[in-house]
């Protein structure tokens, strides 16, 4: 039951994740079956079993909240429009707006004093 619910949570964060692209979704799809394909004659009580269930969902999930399509806006003046949706995962950027600062995390520093 846990692999046909991985199957499906991966076949639905394609179709968001690449909606409007056909290709890419089909060549997914296609991956997708192939991958489940290759393992559907395993039996339940073999070991490989769990940990490739537990990758199909966190491939799902990455596909879902981390992947972004950008698509040419113009010819002329080379811009891209990106494609975020309600999944789509957004941060904060404290990291970045750091700098080369030490940042604390629950008090502890991650990463060594320069």
Known sequence: MAA???YRHLLRAARIAFEGDTRTLDAARQQIRQGFRDKASLPASDPS???AIQ?????ASFLKTNL????RDSQEDNTY????HKHTERGDN??????NKN???DGVKCCSER
Request: charged letters at 30%; proline letters at 4%.
């Open 55 to 59: 990758h199909a969902e966190e491939v």
């Open 103 to 105: 940042i604390k995390e």
């Open 49 to 51: 079993v769990r940990p």
């Open 4 to 6: 046909l619910q991985a």
């Open 94 to 99: 404290n990291s970045i707006k750091l700098g």
């Open 68 to 71: 972004v399509q950008g698509r």
């Open 81 to 84: 429009k990106l494609r975020i």
